[in-house]
């Protein structure tokens, strides 16, 4: 059986990154730290996408976690 994500929200979070850090996006819906991974996703077969950011910029992390191009947002949240 395939565990399904949560969905924190049906719209993208919108983060300033920083570039050559590394961001890991919550994969399950689960963390109180959205669109973080806080580790809420022990138990499950979820785990975090490591992103990590080619320039400082803005970007859209997913935040209804069923994106074709995670951990970005791809529009998806339209359809749910």
């Known amino acids: 059986m ?6 924190p929200q049906k719209s993208p979070y919108p983060v300033e990154v920083e570039e050559g850090k590394n961001y890991f996006w919550c ?12 580790g ?4 499950t077969e979820f785990t975090p ?3 990590t950011a080619e320039a400082s910029k803005k970007v859209f992390f997913c935040g209804c976690k069923h994106s074709g191009k995670t951990p970005l947002c791809d529009g998806s949240h339209s359809s749910l």
């Open 2 to 7: 395939t565990d399904t994500p949560d969905i």
């Open 27 to 38: 994969a399950c819906g689960k963390s109180q730290n959205q669109p973080f991974c806080d």
């Open 40 to 43: 809420s996703h022990k138990g």
């Open 49 to 51: 996408v490591k992103y």
